[in-house]
């Protein structure tokens, strides 16, 4: 496929597109300028995508992109309020990216066929926990977890599926899913940034009185500060 030169991923969309499975019909969810999905189309990697977006504004702006770089037999804009207009014979993997938490459990909540043999890449800018133990609620398995540095902070990458019967968690799931201190930097920045904020959530709670709540989040707070002094032994 030729035409201009291709763009640059920043590294949130890079790692998202990195989980993306070969020959994937994509279904990008927020899609802002489309640049996930064009640069998909441009490498190879999916044979069609829905860059789907609540406004006119962006969508606009995609569209420019995807005439811009001529992929526009592969990759199509869709006006859609979360994936309430994607149907699942439409997109075997969706993307949602750039995103707060408690909004992409809302989004996936309303799409029960996600839970058909999708595959989910996700990508949230805050309220991780909260996504986290949803998707555990739910049946949904995170096999795959990746931390990434961008724009200055550190996320969370995540590849779910759902899956019959019940998977195991462990107590710091919520917090930190997948991530181990020995997966490089960006997971131990995640995870130490993690501890400080939960530590700030002990104080809260001493100073309000809640004595019980305190003592289980201590409890996490010292098993995660446990990982730390265990990679430096």
């Known amino acids: 496929m030729n035409g ?4 640059q991923l920043s590294p949130r969309l890079a790692a998202c597109a990195r989980l993306v499975p070969q020959g994937a019909k994509l279904a990008d969810i ?44 592969l990759v199509e804009t869709r006006l859609s309020d979360g994936l309430s207009a994607v149907s ?37 800018m805050t309220s991780a926990e909260g996504l986290r133990r949803w ?3 739910e049946g949904y398995r995170v096999e795959k977890e990746n931390a990434v540095r961008s724009e200055g902070r550190v996320y969370s990458v995540m590849l779910v599926r759902w899956q019959a019967g ?9 917090f930190i899913g997948l991530l181990g201190y020995e997966d490089g930097a960006e997971a131990r920045e995640y995870i130490l940034r993690e501890i400080r904020h939960l530590e ?10 809640e004595e019980s709540m305190a003592k289980e989040l201590e409890e996490i707070v010292r098993q995660l500060t446990s990982l730390t002094k265990e990679e430096a032994t």
């Open 88 to 124: 699942a014979q439409e997109a075997d993997t969706v993307v949602i990216a750039g995103m707060g938490g408690d909004l992409m459990v809302q989004i996936l909540s309303k799409a029960p066929w996600l839970k058909d043999g999708k595959t989910l890449i996700l990508q949230c």
């Open 135 to 137: 998707l555990l609620a």
């Open 4 to 7: 201009r030169p291709l763009f």
């Open 200 to 209: 700030n959530c002990l104080k809260g709670r001493r100073a309000r009185g």
């Open 30 to 73: 927020g899609t802002d300028h489309a640049y996930l999905p064009v640069w998909l189309a441009r490498r190879g990697t999916i044979t069609h995508a829905l860059a789907c977006d609540l406004r006119e504004g962006p969508l606009h702006r995609a569209q420019e992109n995807i005439h811009k770089y001529r992929v526009q037999e």
């Open 166 to 174: 019940e998977w195991q968690a462990g107590p710091l799931f919520p």
